[in-house]
């Protein structure tokens, strides 16, 4: 079982940047292959980062890559998401979820565990 805790979210102006973290209740957190979605009002939830937890290799969806950096502290059971140059655009509703197998990472349904989310809006 693991619990998730999102925080970090908040108001920033469109260039800004934001550091979310995630934070897992987890023994076992190294284990798990980490990810961060996001839902904007009104839209399907997409993917925006995820790294695994054997080779530690990262993916990013196209329309953050080099703007956004995901890592882990397997020590600090901690994910984070470092956000730079943000746009309007990336104005949403933030969740880090987890899952055991390390497979089809862009795909939410393979995740297992789900945190409640933390709000990021970025004003123009």
């Known amino acids: 079982q693991v619990q998730l805790v999102e925080s970090g979210g908040g108001l920033v102006q469109a260039g800004g940047s934001l550091r979310l973290s995630c934070a897992a209740s987890?023994?076992?957190?190294?284990?798990?292959?980490m990810g961060w979605f996001r839902q904007a009002p009104g839209k399907e939830r997409e993917f925006v980062a995820a790294?695994?937890?054997?080779?530690?290799?990262?993916d990013y969806a196209d329309s953050v890559k080099g703007r956004f950096t995901i890592s882990r502290d397997n020590a600090k059971k901690t994910v984070v998401l470092r956000m730079n140059s943000l746009k309007p655009e990336d104005t949403a509703n933030y969740y880090c979820?987890?899952?055991?197998?390390?497979?089809?990472?862009?795909?939410?349904?393979?995740?297992?565990?789900w945190g409640q989310g933390t709000q990021v809006t970025v004003s123009s």
């Open positions: 987890a023994r076992t957190f190294d284990s798990y292959t």
């Open positions: 979820a987890a899952n055991l197998r390390g497979i089809r990472l862009r795909d939410g349904t393979v995740y297992d565990y």
């Open positions: 790294i695994r937890w054997n080779s530690g290799s990262t």
